[in-house]
């Protein structure tokens, strides 16, 4: 994964910096970024490793648009209830529904654009 590198590290560090997300992590958690990149070439250690995903992870999710966070908060939801009703009735397969995020995304756009559901 080209994240865990130092210079992936250092393009999202940038990314976050130029969006205004990067002070918005702890000042722990920005240290160890930063120890990273200047020191590592690429991660090794799993415990590192462990670490720099979970920041990364929360950096990334911060990056997303507000717009595009409330269409996945929305089409979750609607497809967990969509995809139990189905299930309900005998389709196991729509268990699956839940994590397909192009179905979420779908149900997420079309509530929003709908004005019903936010």
């Known amino acids: 994964m080209w994240l865990m590198t130092g210079n992936g590290l250092a393009s999202l560090k940038t990314r976050a910096l130029r969006r205004r997300v990067w002070y918005s992590l702890s000042m722990l958690e920005r240290s160890v970024v930063d120890l990273t990149i200047r020191h590592v070439d690429e991660i090794r250690s799993e415990r590192l490793c462990l670490v ?55 149900l997420g756009v079309t509530a929003t654009n709908s004005g019903r559901w936010g």
Do not use: H, N, Q
Request: with cysteine; charged share 35%.
């Open 52 to 106: 720099i995903s979970r920041i990364v992870c929360k950096i990334l999710k911060r990056l997303r648009s507000p717009f595009l966070r409330r269409v996945e908060e929305l089409g979750s939801d609607l497809a967990e209830r969509v995809s139990r009703i189905a299930v309900g009735w005998g389709y196991t397969e729509a268990s699956a529904w839940r994590r397909d995020m192009g179905f979420v995304k779908y």
